[in-house]
């Protein structure tokens, strides 16, 4: 199973970005959760979105609610998080994962290398 991640960079507190997450050789269950976690220097690795692969259910960290969208695209096989207005604290390693687990989303069953986000003040 492979998980790459793509489209982090450096912006401006207020830009927007968007990433992506091409997986390959996963079987998809049906009700599998697909997710994207963040890890910022010196913190833990949290949780920030989810969706359901089958149903689209979307799931979030309370903070990010209305500031980062996630999708997905079945026949493409990717995920995306759309992230706008960023702030400095938003700044972190995002990586995408397969198969997490609601209601605490603490683990994961795959995970890519992924991909920073930079937000300067």
């Known amino acids: 199973v492979q998980l790459q991640a793509s489209g982090g960079g450096l912006v401006q507190a207020g830009a927007s970005l968007r990433l992506s997450c091409t997986i390959s050789?996963?079987?998809?269950?049906?009700?599998?959760?697909m997710g994207w976690f963040r890890q910022a220097p010196g913190k833990e690795r949290e949780f920030v979105a989810g969706?359901?692969?089958?149903?689209?259910?979307?799931y979030y960290k309370e903070s990010v609610k209305g500031q980062f969208t996630i999708s997905r695209d079945h026949a493409k096989n990717t995920l995306y998080l759309q992230m706008n207005s960023l702030k400095p604290e938003d700044t972190a390693v995002y990586f995408c994962?397969?198969?997490?687990?609601?209601?605490?989303?603490?683990?994961?069953?795959?995970r890519g290398q992924g991909t920073l986000v930079t937000v300067s003040s």
């Open positions: 050789g996963l079987t998809f269950r049906r009700d599998a959760i």
């Open positions: 969706i359901s692969w089958s149903r689209a259910n979307t």
């Open positions: 994962v397969a198969e997490t687990y609601p209601p605490n989303f603490r683990g994961y069953e795959y």
